[in-house]
């Protein structure tokens, strides 16, 4: 899994940080990283930026992966540094921001916006493939979510804004369901696509979504 | 409830439709006017909704306009801004004031509209909408829960013959059949051969076909169509045949070609009828179905 994420723009950073002058800064090693986003050279230009910006810097430190549980631990290593800062600004995924958040007392800060879960195509290229929506239809469709990869989520076909292959939102996009048709075609199973999709349940797990294993 | 736009289908006349484009604002006095000039020339007027994501007066109020003022009005329905419950809603409400033409699509994407951060519903597609209409029809809701007094509807999508590729447009539109569509308005068409070709396929189906027809207004916007509009694509012929005309004669030219489009489809019966849309220019409509000999 790939949380793939944007870093927001540094007047919105610094509006988040209006009145907490004293930063501790994380990063993450894992997708962050991959994502150049929040990896030790991001944190470290962030770091920065905030001084030039007048902020004080208490320390900062790169999780390896901080959406793991090991993250309460390299936070207590660094609790001299955490505990003398107003706020500690993120630069992970939300679910980092979420995990920090639960384990330090301290005003949580993101860097970064969370945009989608997704796949690193070619170098640097990555592509929302799955929108975790509880009822995969990968096997009707050729491996390829409609749910994700159609701009309007469509379940039973291509709508008339397809061109030649392309999405009418962004020609640079394919068109999911000409990509579907192609596949099933070509293992000669078009039947699944013939086949009504009736409405789907967007309450398959009523948000917020929780599940517990046993 | 059979309504007059459906008799004209069944009864095996060429049926004429146009399209009401409702106003950007509460200024209703243009689109009156345009509904006075057509209520007695086409059998029946689709109003648009939100056409190309862009927010307007609703579709629902243009189609009460229109029965007010005596004619027939086809609701344009697409699944972009309103959810399973709001569709179903609206959809009573249509039949209680006696609308009862329901032309359903998924709708334009949000991105290419005059609200682009809006949020896209799509709850439902078109082949689902369709499909809602029926069931509503026979007395329950989408939920399964009983309806106290249901609908009945004629029902219709669109199709593009001109969409590249064409096979997964067709089973989308076979899809849509399966649904309960009883009628098609295509997506313009230029290339009457190739419509034709179409025509020959969709003749297996019984469903009414009304083929698209988009008034020209220039070479530029010939040429502009050709090249940006999905599913659309104007022959070279058409567009010399625009470039040609005398300076200030453009427009003219485009009314002719509608006329004769239209015409050539009549005379060999090659489909049901056709659905003109002059696209912020109703008033030239009646022009058109002169230049078409009607």
């Keep these: ?214 | 409830m059979t309504t007059r736009f459906k008799e004209a289908l069944n009864s095996g006349q060429f049926v004429i439709t146009s399209e009401i484009g409702p106003p950007k604002g509460t200024n209703i006095e243009k689109m009156f006017h345009h509904i006075d000039l057509l209520k007695d020339k086409v059998v029946a007027m689709n109003v648009t909704d939100h056409q190309s994501s862009v927010m307007r007066f609703p579709s629902i109020g243009g189609c009460l306009a229109i029965k007010e003022r005596g004619g027939e009005p086809i609701l344009q329905m697409t699944c972009r801004d309103r959810n399973r419950l709001a569709l179903q809603a609206e959809l009573l409400f249509a039949y209680t004031r006696g609308v009862g033409n329901v032309l359903c699509l998924t709708g334009d994407a949000v991105p290419v509209g005059d609200h682009k951060e809006a949020k896209g519903v799509f709850d439902l597609d078109s082949s689902q909408l369709l499909r809602t209409i029926r069931q509503l029809e026979s007395g329950k809701d989408l939920g399964g829960n009983d309806l106290d007094g249901a609908v009945e509807f004629c029902a219709g999508a669109i199709v593009t013959p001109e969409a590249d590729p064409i096979k997964p447009q067709l089973l989308k539109f076979e899809k849509k059949i399966e649904s309960g569509a009883e009628f098609f308005q295509t997506q313009a068409i230029y290339d009457l051969e190739n419509f034709a070709k179409f025509m020959t396929y969709a003749r297996k189906f019984p469903v009414k076909i009304l083929a698209g027809i988009v008034l020209l207004t220039s070479a530029r916007m010939a040429k502009y169509m050709t090249e940006n509009v999905p599913g659309i694509f104007v022959p070279q012929n058409l567009i010399d045949e625009l470039a040609a005309a005398p300076k200030g004669e453009a427009l003219n030219k485009g009314i002719e070609i509608a006329g004769r489009m239209i015409a050539a489809l009549k005379k060999d019966s090659v489909c049901d009828g056709v659905h003109v849309m002059a696209i912020g220019r109703e008033e030239l409509v009646p022009d058109i179905l002169a230049a078409a000999g009607l």
């Design chain 1, 1 to 214: 899994m790939k949380s793939i994420t944007k870093q927001k723009t540094f007047d919105e950073i610094k509006e988040q940080l209006d009145g907490l002058d004293k930063v501790f800064i994380v990063g993450c090693g894992t997708c962050a990283t991959m994502t150049k986003t929040g990896g030790r050279d991001e944190v470290l230009g962030m770091k920065d930026s905030l001084q030039e910006a007048g902020k004080i810097v208490s320390g900062w430190m790169v999780i390896p992966t901080a959406c793991d549980e090991m993250t309460e631990v390299a936070l207590k290593e660094n609790s001299g540094a955490i505990n003398s800062s107003n706020c500690i600004l993120v630069m992970s995924c939300a679910l980092g921001v979420h995990k920090i958040g639960s384990y330090v007392d301290k005003v949580v800060i993101p860097a970064l916006d969370t945009l989608f879960i997704g796949l690193e195509n070619e170098p640097g290229n990555f592509h929302e493939v799955c929108a975790q929506c509880g009822q995969c239809v990968l096997g009707q469709t050729a491996g390829i979510c409609p749910l994700t990869a159609c701009h309007k989520g469509l379940l039973n076909g291509p709508c008339g804004g397809t061109n030649k292959g392309k999405c009418e939102v962004d020609i640079m996009k394919d068109c999911a369901w000409t990509l579907i048709h192609q596949r099933l075609e070509a293992q000669d199973r078009l039947d699944l696509m013939r086949k009504y999709q009736p409405p789907k349940n967007y309450q398959a797990t009523p948000r917020p979504r929780t599940i517990k294993i046993v």
